[in-house]
């Protein structure tokens, strides 16, 4: 008696790979992102490690006292900034 042999088994074909995106410019220049990098991660470790050791100290202070007045100057100024630069990084591409 013939044994029948199993029907070959077909090797699914890898998947192509996605097509690379297209690098994107950044919205900042180089020397802009350079020149708030500093300013910012000194913001962050005030906002992340609020209650740094010597507080106490006139620095401390004045921290402390400034935090509310930075929040409010964001709060009412930062949303607008972010919308006209964004308005004029939209109109910069689209108009090329």
Known sequence: SAVAEPAPVATPRP???????APVESILSERTAEA?????DALSRMIVKPDV???????GMVREMLRPMLRDWLDANLPAM???MVAREIERITSK
Request: hydrophobic content about 40%.
């Open 82 to 84: 972010v919308e006209t």
């Open 15 to 21: 998947a192509a790979p996605a097509p690379a995106a």
């Open 36 to 40: 708030t990098r500093g300013p910012l």
């Open 53 to 59: 050791a010597g507080s106490d100290t006139l620095e």
